[in-house]
């Protein structure tokens, strides 16, 4: 049985699954897309009503909400900087830098 | 003990893909493909087979949802020819790279422009090299039993790789022949059921198909559907004896016809061998050494195989249905001279033919000027014009 997290860049053709199909499910995870990006969101925390208007609208999933419900700052591993939650802030809570 | 039938090509293909009865098949109808889907539509609304038929809006979503059905689990087979084969482009190297054994009968046609719907290869040939096994039938028989065979080869666990099903538009997929077709039953038996160990509709395995594939990872991936290919040679001939078994019927990944002392060879594929067989058998009556070598596996390349039924000749003329439009010769001829030389088979003399162009019309008179062309050949010090055209007007300056 192949896992995704064991195949890496030093991995062989006799390690690698046929066509590289991926047999294990949420492994997007270990792609940190996050080095793509050039232009970073920053979170301006005393401006933000937690509307969550910002959450949806994230292609990637980067902005975390905990249990109370609440959003918490990015996860830059995995946001590519495209600013579409800064567009969707109606309290200017997200400034692109 | 089979049974007696006289089918047209493509109607024995259609009959194939019935007994196979497949889970999915994908068309868009183009001649002379058409009849396929026709009657395997049929087929579907008789309720002959169990298949889904999806009547797509074009090629390329015909092999689109070909491999979607596929990479699902589904054993899916299809049928297309010449412009058909050349929309599908983009999806022949996914279908092949994500190792979805596939059937598609290719019924070869010219590939536009100008406008042309006869028969020659520059279809088959444009796609030899997006990963396809490639098998060529010359007769209806061998249209019928090749894509039998093709399911199996396709679906060989060290393999998993889609099949193309090529014989020649009209002549053979329009021409009706008397044929042995096998009992329904017994091609269950043969083709099995399908079972793959990993697909999109398994629920107790979340896959992912198909992801991006950078720098430290495709040139592996691209290796590994290299060694299928070449494993195919023997899983190929496997199958071949098993269906021999079943059929009586021998296939190799060659047929050689007249070669063990021949001194002139030709190197052709599909119906044309059928007539070379003949312009043979007038020539030996003359006491003329001919012989004829028909390739029946076109990818993988039976290089070794064909070289070493050439080792012998003085000259062979490798004839194609396609023009390289290479400067250099027809892919068959480029195909079989590296690999004359790589096998050291460097005696005989050869010339590419490009012949047959656009359905022009081949007799066998046509094939006894090409033995007796290698005739001067043989006896010629220097050969510089390698590259020739058989029944072009006006010839070659």
Redesign the interface.
């Known amino acids: 049985m192949f896992e995704s997290s064991k ?7 006799k390690e ?1 699954t ?10 997007s995870v270990d ?1 940190k897309t996050g080095d793509w990006r050039s232009q970073k969101p920053v979170f301006i925390r005393e401006n933000c009503k937690q509307c969550l208007l910002c959450v949806p609208c994230c292609p990637d999933s980067a902005i975390p909400v905990n249990a109370e419900g609440q959003r918490e700052d990015f996860n830059y591993d995995y946001c590519k900087g495209c600013g579409v939650c800064s567009k969707a802030c109606p309290f200017h809570a997200i400034e692109m830098q | 003990m089979g049974i007696r039938e006289r089918l047209s090509g493509n109607e024995a293909v259609a009959n194939a893909m019935r007994q196979i009865d497949p889970d999915v098949v994908a068309a868009f109808p183009i001649t002379p493909s058409t009849e396929i889907p026709q009657y395997f539509s049929a087929f579907v609304n008789n309720g002959k087979v169990h298949t889904e038929f999806v009547p797509v809006e074009s090629e390329h979503s015909a092999m689109s949802a070909c491999i979607g059905a596929s990479a699902a689990g589904a054993r899916v087979m299809t049928a297309t020819s010449a412009n058909g084969l050349s929309l599908m482009w983009e999806m022949l190297y996914i279908a092949s790279s994500l190792r979805l054994p596939i059937v598609m009968s290719c019924v070869n046609r010219a590939v536009s422009g100008p406008l042309n719907i006869h028969n020659d290869h520059s279809d088959s040939m444009g796609a030899r090299d997006s990963g396809w096994i490639q098998l060529y039938g010359e007769t209806n028989q061998e249209a019928y039993d090749n894509i039998i065979m093709a399911m199996r080869i396709a679906e060989h666990k060290d393999i998993h790789l889609p099949v193309m099903n090529c014989y020649d538009g009209f002549i053979t997929s329009h021409s009706v022949e008397n044929i042995e077709l096998l009992e329904d039953e017994k091609v269950k038996a043969f083709v099995g059921e399908y079972h793959p160990e990993h697909y999109l509709l398994n629920k107790d395995e979340q896959i992912a198909i198909g992801p991006l594939d950078v720098q430290p990872f495709l040139f592996e991936h691209k290796f590994q559907q290299a060694e299928a290919m070449r494993k195919a040679k023997d899983v190929i001939k496997q199958v071949q004896k098993e269906f021999y078994e079943l059929t009586g019927r021998e296939y190799g990944l060659i047929e050689e016809y007249k070669m063990e002392d021949a001194e002139y060879a030709v190197v052709v594929l599909n119906s044309t061998a059928g007539t070379s067989k003949e312009a043979v058998d007038r020539l030996r009556a003359q006491g003329m050494k001919v012989g004829l070598i028909k390739p029946r596996v076109f990818r993988p390349f039976p290089g070794e195989e064909i070289a070493n039924a050439l080792k012998n000749v003085k000259a062979v003329a490798i004839l194609d249905k396609a023009d390289g439009l290479n400067g250099v010769g027809g892919p068959l001829f480029t195909d079989t001279t590296s690999a004359m030389l790589i096998n050291k088979v460097t005696a005989p003399k050869a010339i590419s033919y490009i012949y047959g162009i656009g359905g022009r019309d081949v007799r066998v008179e046509d094939i006894e000027s090409v033995y007796k062309d290698l005739q001067e050949v043989a006896n010629q010090e220097n050969v510089t014009d390698t590259y020739r055209y058989l029944g072009l007007k006006g010839g070659r300056e």
């Open positions: 195949i890496n860049a030093k991995s062989t053709w690698m046929p066509g590289g199909t991926i047999y294990d499910a949420g492994n792609f």
